[in-house]
Structures are given as C-alpha cells and as structure tokens.
C-alpha cells in the first residue's frame, strides 16, 4: 500500500505565492509518476502537473498555469512540489496528489488553496 499525504496549502492574497508537498511512503516504486490535480467548487478534478522519477514533466495545456506554476520531486524522500506563484482567485481549489504505479493510483486526502484579498 502507498499512503499520500499532502501539505502547504492555505489562504494567500492575490500576486502571492504557495509551495505545496506531498510525502508518499510504504511500498514505493522506483519508477512512478508524482502529480498534482485540483477541484474547484462545482467542477472536475482537473491536471495541475506530473512528473516521473526519471524527471519528465507534463503541465495542464491551460494557460492558466503554466509559467506560473513549478513541479519537483525529490526521488529520495518520495516527495513532489508545487510551487505556485503569482496566483489567481481561480487558482481557489482544493489540490490533490497522486501517485501512479503501474495501473494502480493513490491519491492524498487533499490541501485547500484559497486565493482571496
């Protein structure tokens, strides 16, 4: 079993900046794929951004983040980031973390973000 767990998030103004992490421990593969996906109010759990241990990465084809968003993993500590900077009201979502093994995904419980004056 793998047991994610995700931390950082909070209430930051608009313009500001957060860093999210997220820990996965237990059976731990040497190749994966470490990610973030958010859900706002209302909508779908949508792609943030992943990244595997071999260091590729992929960011959601929305404009909205890209540029000011930034994953990275620490293949040592199982650990994968988010830094997110410049955020938006829209960026308002609870951001979850996922760990993919083969066909098997874990999911963290997720961190609220919350963009807001």
């Known amino acids: 079993q793998v047991r994610v767990v995700e931390s950082g998030g909070g209430l930051v103004q608009p313009g500001g900046s957060l860093r999210l992490s997220c820990a996965a421990s237990?059976?731990?593969?040497?190749?994966?794929?470490m990610g973030w996906f958010r859900q706002a109010p209302g909508k779908e759990r949508d792609l943030v951004a992943t990244m595997t241990t071999g260091g590729k990465t992929s960011y959601s084809d929305s404009a909205s983040v890209k540029g000011r968003f930034t994953i990275s993993r620490n293949n040592i500590i199982n650990t994968v980031y988010l830094q997110m900077n410049s955020l938006k009201p829209e960026d308002t979502a609870v951001y979850y973390c996922l760990v993919r093994q083969g066909s098997s995904d874990y999911w963290g419980q997720g961190t609220q973000v919350t963009v807001s004056s």
């Open positions: 237990g059976s731990i593969w040497s190749g994966n794929i």
